[in-house]
C-alpha cells in the first residue's frame, strides 16, 4: 500500500512537472512571436490562464492570457506599457510542439494604454508644454510670449477618443486675465488630437481616463488573430 501511495505521489509529481514545462515553453514561445510581430525592444511578459495546462494544449483551445507590451510605437503617441487580455485562444497541439506556430484565432481582446503625460505632451508639438492631472480633467501648463517676456498660462482640457485618437480639448485659461484675442490663441494651439494607428490584434479605441501615471486608453476587438510575420 505505501509502495502504492508513493508511486502514485510521483505519478502526480511528474505530471505537475511536465504541465508547468509545456507552460513555460508556450509562454515563451508567443512572447518571442508576439516581439517579432510587434517590433519591440523588449520581450513582452506573457501569462497564460487555465489549470491544468497540458488539457487545453490536447484540445488546442485555451482559456487565454494576459500580455504586457512596453514602450510600443504608434502613429502619434508612445505607449509607455500596454496590457492585452487574451480570451478564447485557438492554438493547435502540432503547432505548439513544433513551435511552427502560425495564424492563432481569438475570440476576444482588450487592452490598455498607458500614455504618460510627457510622451502625451511631446506628441502635441507645442514646445515647453506641461500636463498634470486634475480630477477627471487635464492641466496644462504653457509659456505664452506676453509683452516681450515668457508668462506661463494654464489651461484646464477635457479628454476623450474620437475615430482610433486621444482627443484632448482645451476649454478654459485660468488664474490670469489675458486679451481676448490672446486667449483664443492659446486655447486653440492647445486642441489636439493624437492618433494611435494600427493597434496590435485590431484593437480599437472606446475610452480614455485620467490617471496618476498618464492617460489611460481602453480598447478592445472581436474574433481577432494573432499571426506570424
Do not use: C
Amino acid at each position: 500500500m505505501r509502495r502504492w501511495l508513493i508511486g502514485v505521489l510521483l505519478l502526480v509529481g511528474l505530471l505537475v512537472i511536465a504541465d508547468r514545462a509545456a507552460l513555460a515553453a508556450a509562454k515563451s514561445q508567443l512572447a518571442a512571436q508576439v516581439q517579432r510581430e510587434e517590433n519591440l525592444a523588449e520581450r513582452p511578459a506573457v501569462d497564460l490562464r487555465g489549470v491544468p495546462f497540458l488539457t487545453q494544449a490536447v484540445r488546442g483551445r485555451y482559456d487565454g492570457g494576459r500580455l504586457e507590451l512596453r514602450d510600443l510605437r504608434t502613429e502619434k503617441l508612445r505607449v509607455n506599457t500596454l496590457v492585452i487580455d487574451l480570451r478564447e485562444v485557438a492554438l493547435p497541439l502540432s503547432d505548439l510542439v513544433s513551435g511552427n506556430i502560425g495564424a492563432v484565432p481569438v475570440g476576444s481582446v482588450s487592452g490598455v494604454a498607458l500614455v504618460t503625460y510627457v510622451d502625451l505632451a511631446a506628441a502635441t508639438g507645442v514646445p515647453g508644454l506641461r500636463i498634470t492631472p486634475k480630477g477627471d480633467r487635464l492641466e496644462l501648463t504653457f509659456p505664452v510670449e506676453q509683452f516681450g517676456a515668457g508668462a506661463p498660462v494654464t489651461a484646464s482640457a477635457r479628454i476623450g477618443v474620437a475615430e482610433q485618437a486621444v482627443r484632448m480639448t482645451a476649454v478654459q485659461v485660468q488664474g490670469v486675465q489675458l486679451p481676448e484675442s490672446v486667449t483664443t490663441a492659446v486655447l486653440d494651439r492647445l486642441q489636439a488630437s493624437l492618433g494611435f494607428g494600427v493597434l496590435p490584434y485590431d484593437l480599437r479605441v472606446t475610452d480614455v481616463r485620467v490617471a496618476d501615471a498618464g492617460v489611460e486608453v481602453s480598447a478592445n476587438a472581436r474574433d481577432t488573430v494573432l499571426r506570424k510575420p
